[in-house]
């Protein structure tokens, strides 16, 4: 299912989001809306605006609480971006120059402060003080994540669960955020905002294993990003575990770790042997498991067309190419 | 007047402060709290905790309200701190090692980001709407200060009002966002939230042009950072400004901002330059005029403890060595 039929019940919201992201670059002085326009107007899939209004949906629809927050968790996301493109030093996203290959790396990570500003503001448009305090605690959660990370980078041993908590605060918890925030903002009652929040969480944690599988297995150009950047970062994901465990002696990802043989020839390989073994199907059936949790999360919730765009949404999650 | 004699009235509340800092990171994991120790730590002047506690002593001194943005304000002021020594990969800050230097500028990126997003985390724990919106403006006015600084960057045609602009943007910002929101948080009377944020400002543009003096007649050892930064990061400020003006011809400055000649000379000519002629005293003439303007911003205030203090800080930032 396309993510246009997906987001059908939310169709003229999500323009206004687009309006909304416009209206932040618009009234900046030109040096900085050019830079504003580079990073918010590219195409995103708009994946967390659309599942705040979806998840605001189910109680009480109040799009002038919704659409700040909307717009918060999209310019939250962006300035991520921005920030892990200037720290791992990234030239292409989405199919175009990063802010630090175009403009340079201290611009990279001012703009990325004004983002994550920005998206404070916006989130404290909602006028909710819990959820105000739940973006930052968020953003903090992120923060936090991609340091564990970079902490663990080329270490061998790791385990499944430290790589779960990991892409739980830097992915599932932005997600998290997205879905429990417009649950809150719509005056859901607590086991819907529960049922939501976990459904958000699950979805993310399905979401980032599908991301490292791509980067492996993903198609370069539509991906509009090169493949095995994990790898090079030195970033130890779910493909690379696997890999290391079932084929213990003289395995690519050890040798890059352990900086022994070409680099690039040990990133060439592991993508290589990671591709054509059993293990694509093994990652994609864990990613497959929290997909179904998070379906079973919805479970609560009334059957309607919304219900029926998260569940697409979470499918279509698993089945991307990009 | 030392800063102990110019914070008696608030003493016993600035410890409160420094055992906030230290919960910020004795709660935490223990590789994030090493970062966090390290940047939050050390021996800062707490000049910004200080202005929201005084500022909030006019009306209704609510130390529940005022503590958090106490904490708030400083945690900000450090996480500018550590993204600014990563652009500009400064190696040393207040006699010790630079994040960036000590762990990597992605470690110095992303603990940034914690710590603005736990400023934000701590400002919301106000539970005052207005002053989370306006700590968030505030934090987008930094970083279009500092953007607007960094396109500036080498050019050698800029107007005094520009450089007021950007310093204003910032550091300006964040001293005003701690006077006025000390005012705000004691219901204090629009008059007197008027004439506190005025005052931080003033107090505030002040403190830069200092600073901007500084950077080229301090003392090393004293400062704990090098002199002629601004000039190696080509940044136009007044100092550098009146040396164009004063010296067109043959001027160390144009050399430097013109790439002709060795970098390290023409900064070391503009320093002694600078430092044996009366432009000097014209520049601390220029913030003098400030610290005039923020001492009569504090007329309307009541004539106590509170307000004395916040004159002699006004006098301690004019003098400061470092």
Same mark, same amino acid.
């Given at each position: 299912?396309?993510?246009?039929?997906?987001?059908?019940?939310?169709?003229?919201?999500?323009?206004?989001?687009?309006?909304?992201?416009?209206?932040?670059?618009?009234?900046?002085?030109?040096?900085?809306?050019?830079?504003?326009?580079? @990073?918010?107007?590219?195409?995103?899939?708009?994946?967390?605006?659309?599942?705040?209004?979806?998840? =605001?949906?189910?109680?009480?629809?109040?799009?002038?609480?919704?659409?700040?927050?909307? +717009?918060?968790?999209?310019?939250?996301?962006?300035?991520?971006?921005?920030?892990?493109?200037?720290? !791992?030093? @990234?030239?292409?996203?989405?199919?175009?120059?990063?802010?630090?290959?175009?403009?340079?790396?201290?611009?990279?990570?001012?703009? =990325?402060?004004?983002?994550?500003?920005?998206?404070?503001?916006?989130?404290?448009?909602?006028?909710?003080?819990?959820?105000?305090?739940?973006?930052?605690?968020?953003?903090?959660?992120?923060? @936090?994540?991609?340091?564990?990370?970079?902490?663990?980078?080329?270490?061998?041993?790791?385990?499944?669960?430290?790589?779960?908590?990991?892409?739980?605060?830097?992915?599932?918890?932005?997600?998290?955020?997205?879905?429990?925030?417009?649950?809150?903002?719509?005056?859901?009652?607590?086991?819907?905002?529960?049922?939501?929040?976990?459904?958000?969480?699950?979805?993310?944690?399905?979401?980032?294993?599908?991301?490292?599988?791509?980067?492996?297995?993903? !198609?370069?150009?539509?991906? =509009?990003?090169?493949?095995? @950047?994990?790898?090079?970062?030195?970033?130890?994901?779910?493909?690379?575990?696997?890999?290391?465990?079932?084929?213990?002696?003289?395995?690519?990802?050890?040798?890059?770790?352990?900086?022994?043989?070409?680099?690039?020839?040990?990133?060439?390989?592991?993508?290589? +042997?990671?591709?054509?073994?059993?293990?694509?199907?093994?990652?994609?059936?864990?990613?497959?498991?929290?997909?179904?949790?998070?379906?079973?999360?919805?479970?609560?919730?009334?059957?309607?067309?919304?219900?029926?765009?998260?569940?697409?949404?979470? =499918?279509?999650?698993?089945?991307?190419?990009?």
């Amino acid at each position: 299912m396309s993510l246009g039929t997906i987001y059908e019940p939310i169709r003229e919201d999500l323009v206004k989001v687009e309006d909304g992201l416009r209206s932040v670059y618009q009234g900046s002085p030109s040096w900085l809306s050019e830079l504003l326009a580079h @990073s918010l107007g590219s195409s995103g899939k708009r994946v967390r605006p659309a599942l705040v209004l979806l998840s =605001g949906r189910f109680c009480s629809y109040n799009l002038s609480r919704l659409l700040p927050m909307a +717009l918060a968790v999209e310019v939250l996301h962006t300035a991520t971006l921005v920030h892990d493109d200037a720290i !791992d030093n @990234s030239a292409v996203r989405r199919g175009r120059a990063t802010i630090n290959k175009a403009w340079g790396e201290d611009k990279a990570i001012l703009l =990325g402060d004004y983002l994550l500003a920005k998206a404070e503001e916006l989130a404290a448009a909602t006028e909710n003080l819990p959820v105000v305090r739940l973006f930052a605690r968020t953003i903090m959660n992120i923060a @936090s994540g991609e340091l564990r990370q970079s902490f663990d980078a080329f270490r061998l041993e790791q385990t499944r669960q430290q790589y779960l908590e990991r892409i739980s605060g830097k992915t599932a918890s932005l997600l998290c955020l997205a879905t429990e925030s417009g649950a809150i903002l719509s005056q859901a009652p607590q086991e819907l905002v529960t049922a939501l929040r976990e459904y958000g969480y699950n979805l993310g944690i399905a979401f980032q294993i599908v991301d490292d599988i791509l980067d492996f297995i993903g !198609d370069e150009v539509e991906m =509009g990003k090169p493949v095995g @950047s994990d790898l090079a970062e030195g970033t130890l994901t779910l493909p690379a575990m696997l890999l290391l465990e079932r084929y213990p002696d003289d395995n690519p990802v050890r040798r890059l770790f352990q900086n022994e043989g070409d680099r690039q020839e040990n990133i060439r390989q592991a993508i290589e +042997l990671f591709r054509d073994s059993p293990l694509v199907e093994e990652c994609y059936q864990v990613a497959s498991d929290y997909h179904a949790r998070g379906c079973r999360n919805l479970e609560v919730l009334p059957d309607n067309a919304n219900r029926r765009s998260l569940q697409e949404l979470a =499918g279509y999650v698993l089945a991307r190419k990009k």
